[in-house]
Nanobody, 120 residues
Framework: QLQLVESGGGLVQPGGSLRLSCAAS????????RGWFRQAPGKEREGVLC????????NYADSVKGRFTISRDNAKNTVYLQMNSLKPEDTAVYYC?????????????WGKGTLVTVSS
C-alpha cells in the first residue's frame, strides 16, 4: 500500500504564491511518478503536472505553463507543486497521485486533497 498526504493549501490573493507538498509513505517504489491534479467546483478533475522518478516533468495543463512548477525530494519521499501568479480560476481541491510513470499508466493511489482558494 502507498499513502499520499497533501498539505500547503489555503487562501491566497490573486497574484500570490503557494507551495503544496505531497508526502508519500509505504510501498512507493513501483509507483514512483507523482502527478498533481485539481478539481474546481462544478468541474471535472484535470491533470496539472507530473514528475517521474528521475525528475522529468510532464505538463498536463496549458493554463499553468510558466506559473506552476513541480519538483521532488526523493530522500524525503515528497513532491512539491510551486504555484505562482495565482488566479481565481486556480481555485480547486488539489490532489496528489502516484503511478509507475507519467504517461501510459493509470494513477492508482490518491491523496485526499488540499483546498486552494484564490480570492481577494
Amino acid at each position: 500500500q502507498l499513502q499520499l498526504v497533501e498539505s500547503g493549501g489555503g487562501l491566497v490573493q490573486p497574484g500570490g504564491s503557494l507551495r503544496l507538498s505531497c508526502a508519500a509513505s509505504g510501498f512507493t517504489l513501483p509507483y514512483a511518478a507523482r502527478g498533481w491534479f485539481r478539481q474546481a467546483p462544478g468541474k471535472e478533475r484535470e491533470g496539472v503536472l507530473c514528475i517521474s522518478s528521475s525528475g522529468r516533468t510532464t505538463n498536463y495543463a496549458d493554463s499553468v505553463k510558466g506559473r506552476f512548477t513541480i519538483s521532488r525530494d526523493n530522500a524525503k519521499n515528497t513532491v512539491y507543486l510551486q504555484m505562482n501568479s495565482l488566479k481565481p480560476e486556480d481555485t480547486a481541491v488539489y490532489y496528489c497521485a502516484a503511478a509507475p510513470a507519467c504517461g501510459g499508466f493509470s494513477f492508482s493511489y490518491w491523496g485526499k486533497g488540499t483546498l486552494v482558494t484564490v480570492s481577494s
